[in-house]
């Protein structure tokens, strides 16, 4: 009944409400365009380079900590993740509708990411087979993480029922993909350019997962 009662909140927002979400996407996408026509005219982006560079002679604390944090996007970490929620939708709250899009909505930017790594066939900033294989561009763990992470941040305030909880729910959230995304970074797996762009893709597509959600509660 709660959901059906929110999402009626939200059908009620003004038409230029949706209009501006719909352009931000738009605007997001035409950026992840220019990042992608930038890395197939060349392979070397300058700031790219200086990134790198800052992060070559980072600590092996920090080093084994961002390490720790690149976990969380890994098929292993988001396995983990999805398993959690499912059993707190579908166990707790009974919210069957969410835990089909939040499935789908996962497995779909992996799916999206591989099919983006293998057009584009960016080489990584550095070689090393006992952290990451494949592509380099976009960043799997900024799209994945973003959506899985963005959208179980969602889910989860969701169900909350005061501000406080739900800015600490979403506070959490944000840090969390943003830790993701410096990790992939700092440990040399991804340059920045491949983050930026995977975050703009993963913030497209969560925003795509809360309307799915919002239109599937209604039901």
């Known amino acids: 009944m709660k959901l059906n009662s929110k999402s009626t909140t939200m059908n009620k927002l003004p038409a230029f ?41 980072v600590p ?12 969380f996007a ?43 790594k293998g057009y584009f066939e960016r080489e990584r900033p550095l070689i090393n087979d006992t952290l990451e294989l494949g592509y380099s561009f976009p960043s799997g763990g900024a799209i994945t993480g973003l959506v899985a992470y963005g959208l179980a941040a969602y889910l989860i305030l969701n169900k909350k029922s005061t ?26 797996v991804h340059y920045l350019t491949d983050v930026i762009a995977g975050h703009l893709l993963g913030i497209i597509l969560l925003i795509i997962s809360i309307y799915l959600y919002r239109s599937f509660a209604k039901r």
């Open 17 to 57: 409400f949706h209009l501006g979400i719909l352009t931000f996407c738009a605007i997001l996408f035409i950026i992840f365009l220019i990042l992608a026509n930038m890395v197939q005219r060349t392979k070397s982006i300058a700031l790219d380079s200086i990134i790198k560079n800052i992060f070559l002679e």
């Open 60 to 71: 092996s604390s920090i080093y084994n900590l961002f390490e720790t944090i690149s976990w």
């Open 74 to 116: 890994s098929n292993k970490g988001i396995i983990t993740l999805v398993v959690a929620m499912l059993i707190w939708l579908l166990w707790k709250h009974r919210d069957f509708k969410g835990a089909i899009v939040f499935v789908i909505m996962v497995a779909s930017s992996n799916v999206l990411n591989k099919v983006l």
């Open 163 to 188: 501000i406080n909880e739900k800015y600490i729910v979403g506070l959490i959230g944000a840090i969390v993909i943003l830790l993701i995304g410096l990790s992939r970074i700092v440990l040399s």
